[in-house]
């Protein structure tokens, strides 16, 4: 039963997609309930599932789904009003069809389970919309399961293979067969070498009379069904009548074909319909009922002079159900798309694609090292070629990287569901606005960010925005909005949650933080610093707890969990406004370009990504930076650290010391450096247990000389100048240098 | 091919000896159309019969057809299993709806 394992999965994932349909337009339908392509989407989605799983015989589904679709109907005819209350419905109707569907799917055996207490409960829910009595409803749901299993039409593997994994051949020959040397046995026996010839039926209506036969000439026809050997191809079945090809007429029904296909043969070949179409029927290829409905419906055409195709035919004479044809084609026109669409991906292991990462990163440092020796050598064509590679190598590293990149817009569209549950579960009216979800990060990212995310949306559901009554009080729209954002900064991705709500009190922080006993005193802090204290273990400040949030858990984790990815979280608010809370992340974890410095007799890399501009010192700025630690860039105030300082090194004599210009995060600060070495392609090296604990440095690299080179930890050091210098400024009270306050 | 005949007034008998092929279909239809039109019942022993091909069945078939048309009987009996063979992979045991035995050889 391979083939029917591989039909549940094509299944499973169709459903997927039906149902994400049905989710995204119910919720498209709540925001604007007279949408009628929207209810049509919905209605179709249902419909299909209800197909599709009628056609592989999974019952419980198709009695649950009926009703779903029932109600639909009624919505689309407008006879039942769509209210909020019956999306819901639907909406849960939907979780529920995924969860059957999973049951169903997951099983091996081919059992199906009874509709469980969760489907009663909906069926009824819904029956109240649809004003009926459940019973009624589940006994005509059950007659028309009946009435769609009987057509079985489909191209798909089915349930009842045994009877449909056959071909079907029909040969007629050629009068001259004989003649030619050729014995329709000998083809036969042949058949039989890659099959087995489940039934035959000899034809020999073409004979004439008993006089006029010639016994030289061939009169016989064949219809075979046959069952062939794995691995047979129509090719290999028509290669069996290659030498008569000629000679005779060959037509050869594939397995599982649509019912049509037979019905066009039986009109195709030219015997009586009837007689054909009992062997057929003998056969178990069609039904006697399809038969007999098809052929009078034909001869009716007939009569009244104008002749229809045969599909319509069989969907017109009422016996195969107009749905579960269109339902089937249209299943077939999702998987052959699907087909297509697959051809333009290739799964593949992720550690697979980790090791050639892995493996990049090593002919980088390698590269790296080949270049250093040609340099060396001053051998020029040696020189260029080795630049030729390096600018491969670059290439090959950005595309190796680029494999792991995803939208962020899957992650983000979850949400949409998130914020209609959550904010009817707690009475409010919130929409959410959701802004570049086509920007790219890498797929572990993703994956890691979706749980940090989800506790920051629901923080802002629950303590952002306030009850409606609340905000018209404060002269707000009475719908909240949260938005989330995304963008490329600098080497980062930044990802904003942003709501329109309360935003944070300072002062109530601060009261909180001091009676938690997590602060001492309030004199020093900034906005920033207030804020941030969100993140500190055991702090929340909503008054009331709720089944969301409030408890006390989450934001720290949150923080510890961003943390983990290299990523740094702020936050910015503004009372009775709203607040953004910003997460920045790197985009690789890999492999970065960097820029590489010498302070003393070590080499530094500070990722390009956060270098602005490199600034060489002047005498007079060396002497008065020697009492503070600014100095005036254009009239700006930069903080800078020297490195010598930071790793406690010794500066190297009679080299004039540059400053490298970082930003991150909307700061900037400068790093005083002995000497700039220039670009160098980065292979991250993460350091060990025993350097966790240094602060300033990130990782660390190997140089093509087989030096290892210490990464800087740009936000770490820049937030390190900043805070230094944010002493002294806030002493000078010079707010407008204040580099702290980013908007 | 050689047709032993053994007849009286309303039946013949008639045992095949060697092959039943193209080459001799000519003659096994004249033979066994005339035989059928003089008796009222025919039977045909295929103990004897070596090789059969398609031709020869279908002078077998245009024979069990035409005795259908003129309420006559012909019945195959004794197949060998050359006979037997063609017989089955053709699918024409309710075609000629005779009893078959196995027989021996």
Known sequence: MEDMALAKISFRNECNELLQDMEASLLQLENDLDNEDAINAVFRAAHTIKGTAGIFGFDDIVEFTHVVESTLDQVRNGRLKITSNLIAVLLSSGDQMNDLIDIVTASDDESFICIDQKSQDLIAKLNVFLGKDPEILVSETKQQIEEIRVPEITDMPNADISTKDNWHISVRFDKEVLRHGMDPISFLRYLKKIGEMLSISTIHDSFPDSKTMDPECCYLGFEVTFHANPDIKKEDIEEVFEFVKDDCSLKIIPPNSHISKYIELIFDLPEEEMKLGEILVASEVITRKELNDALQAQRQEEVSGFIKPLGEILIEDGTTDKSVVKAAIKKQDVVRKKQAAEKHFIRVDATKLDNLINLVGELVIANAGSYLIAQKSNHEPLIEANLTTSRLVEEIRDNALNLRMVQIGETFNRFHRVVRDVSKDIGKDIKLSITGADTELDKTVVEKIADPLMHLVRNALDHGIEKPAERLEQRKSEFGTVSLNAYHESGSIVIEVIDDGRGLDKNKILEKAMSKGLLHNNHSLTEQEIFRLIFEPGFSTAAEVTNLSGRGVGMDVVKKNIEALRGIVDIESTLAEGSTIRIRLPLTLAIIDGFLVNVGNASYVIPLDMVVECVELTDEQIDSSQTHDYISLRGEVLPFIRLTDMFNVTHKAKIRESIVVVQYAGQKAGLVVDELLGEFQTVIKPLGDLFQQVRGISGATILGSGEVAVILDVPELVNQAVNIEAHHIHNLSIQKFNPLIVH | ?105
């Open chain 2, 1 to 105: 091919m050689e047709l032993i005949k053994k007849s009286d007034a309303d039946k013949c008998q008639i045992t095949i000896h060697g092959d039943l092929t193209i080459y001799q279909a000519h003659e096994l239809k004249e033979e066994l159309l005339a035989e059928l039109e003089q008796h009222q019942t025919l039977e045909i022993n295929m103990s004897e019969v070596n090789e059969i091909d398609t031709a020869g069945i279908q002078v077998l078939m245009l024979t069990k057809l035409e005795s259908s048309r003129t309420g006559k009987r012909l019945r195959l009996i004794a197949h060998s299993r050359y006979v037997l063979e063609v017989v089955e992979l053709f699918n024409l045991t309710d075609f000629f709806d005779d009893p078959i035995i196995v027989s021996s050889n």
